[in-house]
């Protein structure tokens, strides 16, 4: 089972920034893709970014040019920076981890707890 630990998450204001971190077991690291993904109140939990093993990150459209995800292997990390954050972006966001990008987010990933976003005035 692998574990991932996320933080970062927190009360923001509109425009405002934030950054989410998400640490993966040191021996598995480098062969994960990984997925940030969001889930709202009421809604069904969504993409927000992948990232490849070698670095190549997609985006979902509501968060392009706002959002960057990288990821650090001395460190085991992750991070999605969000910035010009709307209130439409809270959320719980979740880091998931999988051996291959078209399997994030499927039943052979691996989900973080969760990291609440709240952006309000």
């Known amino acids: 089972q692998v574990q991932l630990v996320e933080s970062g998450g927190g009360l923001v204001q509109p425009a405002g920034s934030l950054r989410l971190s998400c640490a993966a077991p040191?021996?598995?690291?480098?062969?994960?893709?990984m997925g940030w993904y969001r889930q709202a109140p009421g809604e069904q939990r969504g993409l927000v970014a992948t990232?490849?093993?070698?670095?190549?990150?997609n985006y979902a459209d509501s968060v392009k040019g706002r959002f960057t995800s990288s990821r650090d292997s001395a460190k085991n990390t992750v991070y999605l920076q969000m910035d010009s954050l709307k209130p439409e972006d809270t959320a719980i966001y979740y880091c998931?981890?999988?051996?291959?990008?078209?399997?994030?987010?499927?039943?052979?990933?691996?989900w973080g707890q969760g990291t609440q976003v709240t952006v309000s005035s």
């Open positions: 998931n981890a999988a051996n291959a990008p078209w399997e994030l987010a499927s039943g052979h990933s691996y």
């Open positions: 040191g021996s598995l690291f480098s062969i994960y893709a």
């Open positions: 990232i490849t093993r070698g670095g190549i990150v």
